[in-house]
């Protein structure tokens, strides 16, 4: 199976070594031929989000034609692949880019998504000893509609405890431009967070958006809780990791 890595921005600009490489190693271990598009950029989603649609239709065109000819799309990012599932309602009345937006959205996926529902795999192999929690992140299960896909993947990991965080499909208050506009806000929402992690007891955070987990590993850090914040590609590409 052919695979195009759609890396995001995140991941490729502050966690290549760690999410990007463990996210081609897992699909690549699980049969698929992983090939990496270089033209490939943003895919739009904070221009969209902040009433760009201009704009945002300008990065479209370009992702489009990227991935046009790929078999697969897959990304470590559940908002990222939400983005291109919005790719159509920026070409209300253009047929044309409408029908390829929406070509493009059918053959998208959210990496633990593809590997549940396309691949039909849920134990990757893993091995990580040690207990975790996740955090469902809002654009991943609100909009992707993507929820039990994670929990299948970290139940199958040998020696893995998971401990179902309180409150887990509440907004850490990152939200991509809430953080910067409503700053205030989204410290008290990323301290309600990192409370219900440490209510689990779990030594490991692990999530689906990197989005997510840089806000709320930020916060861990500046308060100094004894957390590790891992994305679940990492998880789930471990072979025999401990973390207590």
């Known amino acids: 199976m052919n695979v195009s890595l759609f890396i995001t921005c995140l991941a490729d600009a502050v966690y290549p070594s760690s999410v990007g490489r463990s996210t ?28 760009f649609h201009k704009e945002a239709q300008t990065v479209a065109r370009h992702m489009i034609t990227t991935f046009e000819e790929e078999e697969w799309v897959v990304t470590p990012s559940g908002s990222c692949a939400t983005m291109i599932h919005e790719y159509p309602k920026l070409f209300p009345e253009d047929d044309v880019w409408r029908e390829k937006a929406e070509k493009l959205a ?31 992140s809002c654009h991943m299960t609100r909009l992707l509609g993507v929820k039990e896909a994670p929990f299948r993947l970290l139940k199958h990991v040998s020696g893995l405890t998971l401990t179902e965080l309180p409150y887990k499909e509440h907004c850490c208050g990152f939200g991509g431009t809430f953080s910067v506009k409503m700053m205030p ?10 409370q219900h992690i440490e209510e689990t007891g779990a030594s490991c955070l692990v999530g689906s958006d990197l989005g997510c987990l840089m806000n709320i590993g930020g916060r861990i850090e500046r308060t100094g809780k004894p957390v590790e914040v891992r994305h679940i590609a990492e998880i789930l590409n471990s072979r025999e990791e401990t973390v207590s």
């Open 24 to 51: 081609v190693e897992l699909l690549e271990r699980l049969g698929c031929n992983v090939s990496f598009p270089k033209k490939q950029t943003c895919c739009g989603q904070p221009a969209f989000n902040s009433g």
């Open 106 to 136: 059918a053959k998208t996926y959210e990496l633990t998504q593809f590997i549940v529902d396309v691949l039909e795999i849920e134990d990757v192999g893993a091995t990580f000893h040690g207990s975790v929690t996740y955090h469902s």
């Open 185 to 194: 806000i989204s410290e008290q929402m990323v301290d309600e967070k990192v």
